[in-house]
Every structure is written in structure tokens, then in C-alpha cells.
């Protein structure tokens, strides 16, 4: 059985789904402003091995993690660089989705665009009003804090600790400073993300998109919610409050949260100038698969600082299994049902303990490295769960005289075959195809060959 850390009861629980048939989970993604940094990627990586552990002990995971379109930050960055609303927020998409792949992190099975479920956003404020935890004033539309007894059960903080705590926007029109916005009226200048709605042309306040969405794919109650710890409040808080007010359901049964990040001991600035995007790691060289590694060295709930020496530590262990690895009959294994240690799924199942599951693992990799087979295969079966695919990586360095919209295209592949999205895979090979290769599968892997005689030049 799975035991979790659950933020909203404040302990390690037994995880117990409400339908075991289809475990449930959503996942708060990306604001599409900017490239992701290293703190997003450990969120990102961390979510994906309970992603992992869940499919391997369920016959069916439902992951929702949504991109949050439209916000207050985009249209700041649009302003000022001139690029249109619509344009940013496809391109970072992209670069998310790409630097996500080169974590090995799949692709969750729905991926939900906030500004493609406005209606879902109103008809959830229309029933919040109606059940009075909601009042309009000034073309706003605000969450009633007063209206629920129990705001703060999440946070573990009383309302007069957030106002004294937190930066609150105080308006005249506001019942209480804490009252939270649901719809906002839009300005001149902002039309182009703006909606019409029966209380003001404009859009949709950052907590409601989340509620709304998790509703429609996951229903009014649903498992696990998930998030980095600066989510706790207020974003979660305020989620929990409307949507239990808008639908008298649950909402999320468990909390998960997961600690910030640091670089060399202090926060990420660009002020102090170690503000690390993902992309800029990976554009000097750093491995996909040691990033990965170096995220799940710390327990995903404690903070992590990204050092020289932690990234070093991390090459060296990816070397060490590399090397173990070696022995390894990939197409014998890879058709071998998954077959784990106990001792390395009880770390896992102990609230994610990476830490303990890692060493566990060294000492697979020393006995299979002195010949033992059965520690080769617990070694292999171990990160093939984990999300490490070495041999893929070895294939894609193969593959360093192939386009790069060729690779993507394998990778973005790679992740629907892994999802079980075999209608998606089959158009992406199509496009494979039509631009000169044809792609060959393993079970964790993939082999692109250029197809002769193929003129791919631009139509």
C-alpha cells in the first residue's frame, strides 16, 4: 500500500482511492510567460514518478495538469516585447513540452488550455453567487471568505495571520481584504484575452481555472492534488474554499506539495544572476537523465539546493549505472514483466523516498557490475519505474546528425506510445515519415533511419 504525505490533514496517510479502478490526480502546470527553470523541472520530474508509481499499481491513472494561458504576467510580457498573447503563450508551451521531454517526464493524459474552458469558469461563478459565497461589485466578481467556516483549513493559518502575512490586494469594493477575485473586469489593452460574461466583459481569476477544470476531467471529488509548496497558500487554499462552496464535494482527498528549490544556498534571483532556466542546463551540455537524478536526491517534500557538487554527484551515479548497465539484453528485458526489489518499492510506496530508493539502487548497480544478474535486472526494472532510460539516452546521442525537429517529433512520439495514445503516435510517425525517416520501436526507446531516395526538401 501507498502512504502519502497529505498537506490538508497535516500527515503521512494511507493512500486510498476513491475509485481504485481509475486513480485521479491533478497537477497545477505551467504559466506560459516564460521557459521553465529548474525549480518548475523538480516539480515537473517529481510528479511524474507518482505519475509512475500510481500506473504501476493501478490499471488506470487519469493526470490532468493544466496550462494556465491567460494571466496578469503574459500580458505583461507580451506588452513589453511586442509579440502577441497567443504567439508567447504556443511558444512556451512548446519549449515546455520539449524540456520536459528531455527529463523523460510523460506527458500527462489530459492537458487542459484555460482559455479553451471559459464557459466551464462562469457557470461555476454563476453558482457560487447563487449560493451567496459570492458577490459582484464594480464588474468583479469575489469569493465571500466569510461564507466558509472552514478558509485557512489548508494553510493551517487564521485569516488575520494571511492579511498580516501576505500581500493582499485591498480594494474599496472588497467586503473583506482576503476576499479573493473569480472574474475581473479587462482593460483597453487587454481584449485580445478578454471574455464576455454577465458581469463584465474580462477574465477569470488564477484559483477559479484550476477548480473549473479539475471539475470537468476529474469530477467534484477526486485523489490526489498536486503542487509546488507556494501553492499551499493562497492558490490551494482558494481552490479548496469555491469549489467545495460551488459543488459540496470534496474536491482534492489528498494534498501534495513539494519543496523549493535553491542554487548554491540562496533563492533563484535574477537580481543575484543564478536564475536557471531548464533550457539554458541542457543547452550546455547537462544530461536530461542527470538533472532527473540530482531532483529526486533530496525527499521531494524538503527543499533542494542545486550545487556544483550535487549536479557532479549526480554524473558520476548516472555513470556507475550506465556502466552497470552494459550487460543488459534490453529487447529480453523489456518484454519481462515489471518485477521490483521489495525493499525498493516500499521506498517508493513510503511517500515517494527517493533517497532510500537511490540507495538501494547503488547497491544493485555494485553487484551487477560483479557479475550478479539478478541485481542487473532488479538495477534495470528499477529505473525503467523511475523514469531513467539510459539506453535511450545512448540512442539519441546516435542520433546527433538527425534535424532536431525530426528528434522532437521522435520524442513527443516516444511519450504517447509510453501514454497508450497510439491514434496521436501513428499521425506523429506520419510526420516522421514526411520528413525523410522512418522510426523503429523498443519498448522504452526508439530508432529513426533515413529513408532513401526520400526528398524532404520544402514544399
Given at each position: 500500500m501507498i502512504s502519502i504525505y497529505n498537506t490538508l490533514t497535516d500527515r503521512?496517510?494511507?493512500?486510498?482511492?476513491?475509485?481504485?479502478?481509475?486513480?485521479?490526480?491533478?497537477?497545477?502546470?505551467?504559466?506560459?510567460?516564460?521557459?521553465?527553470?529548474?525549480?518548475?523541472?523538480?516539480?515537473?520530474?517529481?510528479?511524474?514518478?507518482?505519475?509512475?508509481?500510481?500506473?504501476?499499481?493501478?490499471?488506470?491513472?487519469?493526470?490532468?495538469?493544466?496550462?494556465?494561458?491567460?494571466?496578469?504576467?503574459?500580458?505583461?510580457?507580451?506588452?513589453?516585447?511586442?509579440?502577441?498573447?497567443?504567439?508567447?503563450?504556443?511558444?512556451?508551451?512548446?519549449?515546455?513540452?520539449?524540456?520536459?521531454?528531455?527529463?523523460?517526464?510523460?506527458?500527462?493524459?489530459?492537458?487542459?488550455?484555460?482559455?479553451?474552458?471559459?464557459?466551464?469558469?462562469?457557470?461555476?461563478?454563476?453558482?457560487?453567487?447563487?449560493?451567496?459565497?459570492?458577490?459582484?461589485?464594480?464588474?468583479?466578481?469575489?469569493?465571500?471568505?466569510?461564507?466558509?467556516?472552514?478558509?485557512?483549513?489548508?494553510?493551517?493559518?487564521?485569516?488575520q495571520n494571511m492579511i498580516a502575512g501576505a500581500r493582499i490586494e485591498v480594494a474599496p469594493f472588497k467586503k473583506n481584504p482576503c476576499d479573493f477575485v473569480l472574474w475581473k473586469p479587462s482593460k483597453a489593452y487587454e481584449e485580445s484575452v478578454s471574455f464576455n460574461s454577465p458581469w463584465s466583459r474580462g477574465r477569470p481569476g488564477w484559483h477559479l481555472e484550476c477548480s473549473a477544470m479539475s471539475k470537468k476531467y476529474l469530477g467534484e471529488?477526486?485523489?490526489?492534488?498536486?503542487?509546488?509548496?507556494?501553492?499551499?497558500?493562497?492558490?490551494?487554499?482558494?481552490?479548496?474554499?469555491?469549489?467545495?462552496?460551488?459543488?459540496?464535494?470534496?474536491?482534492?482527498?489528498?494534498?501534495?506539495?513539494?519543496?523549493?528549490?535553491?542554487?548554491?544556498?540562496?533563492?533563484?534571483?535574477?537580481?543575484?544572476?543564478?536564475?536557471?532556466?531548464?533550457?539554458?542546463?541542457?543547452?550546455?551540455?547537462?544530461?536530461?537523465?542527470?538533472?532527473?537524478?540530482?531532483?529526486?536526491?533530496?525527499?521531494?517534500?524538503?527543499?533542494?539546493?542545486?550545487?556544483?557538487?550535487?549536479?557532479?554527484?549526480?554524473?558520476?551515479?548516472?555513470?556507475?549505472?550506465?556502466?552497470?548497465?552494459?550487460?543488459?539484453?534490453?529487447d529480453k528485458m523489456s518484454n519481462e514483466p515489471m518485477t521490483l526489489d521489495l525493499d525498493f518499492i516500499e521506498s517508493l510506496r513510503d511517500d515517494i523516498n527517493t533517497p532510500r530508493a537511490f540507495a538501494l539502487m547503488h547497491s544493485f548497480a555494485n553487484s551487477a557490475i560483479s557479475g550478479d544478474d539478478n541485481s542487473l535486472k532488479h538495477l534495470y526494472m528499477a529505473m525503467k519505474l523511475l523514469g531513467f532510460d539510459l539506453v535511450q539516452t545512448s540512442t539519441h546521442n546516435e542520433h546527433s546528425h538527425i534535424p532536431t525537429e525530426v528528434k522532437t517529433l521522435a520524442d513527443e512520439r516516444l511519450q504517447l506510445r509510453q501514454s497508450k495514445q497510439w491514434t496521436e503516435a501513428d499521425l506523429v510517425r506520419k510526420k516522421i515519415a514526411a520528413l525523410g525517416y522512418s522510426i523503429e520501436d523498443t519498448e522504452t526507446a526508439y530508432n529513426l533511419i533515413r529513408i532513401e531516395n526520400h526528398d524532404n526538401t520544402p514544399k
Open positions: 503521512k496517510d494511507i493512500f486510498v482511492p476513491q475509485d481504485s479502478t481509475d486513480v485521479t490526480m491533478y497537477v497545477c502546470g505551467p504559466t506560459v510567460y516564460d521557459v521553465p527553470h529548474i525549480g518548475n523541472a523538480r516539480s515537473a520530474v517529481v510528479y511524474d514518478v507518482l505519475y509512475r508509481l500510481l500506473r504501476y499499481h493501478y490499471p488506470k491513472v487519469t493526470y490532468v495538469r493544466n496550462i494556465t494561458d491567460v494571466d496578469d504576467k503574459i500580458i505583461e510580457v507580451a506588452q513589453h516585447s511586442g509579440e502577441s498573447i497567443s504567439s508567447l503563450t504556443s511558444r512556451i508551451t512548446d519549449c515546455y513540452h520539449q524540456d520536459l521531454s528531455a527529463l523523460n517526464c510523460l506527458q500527462p493524459t489530459i492537458e487542459p488550455k484555460a482559455t479553451e474552458h471559459i464557459p466551464e469558469m462562469i457557470e461555476m461563478v454563476e453558482t457560487l453567487i447563487r449560493n451567496n459565497n459570492a458577490y459582484c461589485a464594480e464588474g468583479h466578481v469575489l469569493f465571500d471568505i466569510s461564507s466558509y467556516e472552514h478558509y485557512g483549513q489548508l494553510s493551517k493559518t487564521t485569516v471529488t477526486f485523489d490526489i492534488h498536486g503542487g509546488g509548496s507556494d501553492l499551499v497558500f493562497p492558490h490551494h487554499e482558494n481552490e479548496l474554499a469555491q469549489s467545495r462552496c460551488a459543488t459540496h464535494g470534496t474536491f482534492a482527498q489528498y494534498f501534495v506539495h513539494n519543496g523549493f528549490l535553491t542554487v548554491e544556498g540562496e533563492k533563484m534571483s535574477k537580481s543575484l544572476g543564478n536564475f536557471l532556466t531548464l533550457r539554458s542546463v541542457l543547452n550546455k551540455g547537462m544530461e536530461g537523465a542527470v538533472l532527473r537524478y540530482f531532483f529526486l536526491t533530496t525527499h521531494y517534500r524538503k527543499p533542494l539546493n542545486y550545487t556544483h557538487k550535487g549536479i557532479e554527484d549526480a554524473k558520476r551515479s548516472i555513470a556507475k549505472f550506465r556502466e552497470a548497465l552494459k550487460r543488459v539484453n534490453v
